[in-house]
């Protein structure tokens, strides 16, 4: 099973949005609605920002939203905030295993 | 206050084994699935392999089929990874997960980890 496409790289000013793609396949991303995201800081336990592709835990601010279409999925993040900066993986049901994506560090300029 | 804490890792050479263990508090372990999640130095994060609530089911990656074997003591809220013929490609972080609902039928996102076990396989 290989890993889903993250780009390594996003950035976005302090109040702008950034929006960071997840592409796997029609046997994983396409075929579920079970993708959800994470947030990890360095040094950091991962956190859930976004689970069945568009759904936030409680306590997850609003700024944070997933969507997808096809076999790609999508983590906007609006109003960015310093806090933010951190890297984010995707992750996704590919029937009777799960698969995280390679990564993007997200940079608040 | 909702937990999950692992133990059991350390340096050990290639081809030795080792047990990982997860212990859980604050929460009802007996309904929810677990997995268990490796990060490498510097690396991304990989799925390792997940356990049903009753421990009736486990699946695994690929790169742990026939040297891993997850199960788990729901008397005594605890998870384990074995690991067996450890290559130096296994030296990573180890996290267990809850997921996020309980009797889960398809893996869903994970929303308690612990603080991971570092597991080094080195000569």
Redesign the interface.
């Known amino acids: 099973q290989s890993a889903l496409t993250q780009p390594p790289s996003a950035s976005g000013s302090p109040g702008q949005s950034v929006t960071i793609s997840c592409t796997g396949t029609s046997s994983d991303v396409g075929a579920y609605d079970y993708v959800s995201w994470y947030q990890q800081h360095p040094g950091k336990a991962p956190k859930v920002m976004i689970y069945e592709v568009s759904k936030r835990p409680s306590g997850v601010p609003d700024r944070f939203s997933g969507s997808k279409s096809g076999n790609t999925a999508s983590l906007t993040v609006s109003g960015l905030q310093a806090e933010d900066e951190a890297d984010y993986y995707c992750s996704a049901y590919a029937g009777s295993n799960n698969v995280f994506g390679t990564g993007t560090k997200v940079t608040v300029l | 206050q909702v937990q999950l804490v692992e133990s059991g890792g350390g340096v050990v050479q290639p081809g030795r084994s080792l047990r990982l263990s997860c212990a859980a508090s604050g929460f009802t372990f007996t309904t929810y699935n677990v997995?268990w999640?490796r990060q490498a130095p510097g690396k991304?994060?990989?799925?390792v392999a997940?356990i049903s609530y009753d421990g009736r089911n486990q699946?695994?990656?690929?790169a742990v089929k026939g040297r891993f074997t997850i199960s788990r003591d729901n008397s005594k809220n605890t998870l384990y990874l074995q690991m067996n013929s450890l290559r130096a490609e296994d030296t990573a972080l180890y996290?267990c997960a809850r997921e996020?609902s309980i009797f889960g039928l398809?893996?869903?996102?994970?929303?308690v980890?612990?603080?991971?076990t570092m597991v080094t396989v080195s000569s």
């Open positions: 997995h999640v991304g994060l990989e799925w997940v699946y695994y990656a690929e996290y996020i398809i893996p869903d996102a994970f929303d980890w612990g603080q991971g």
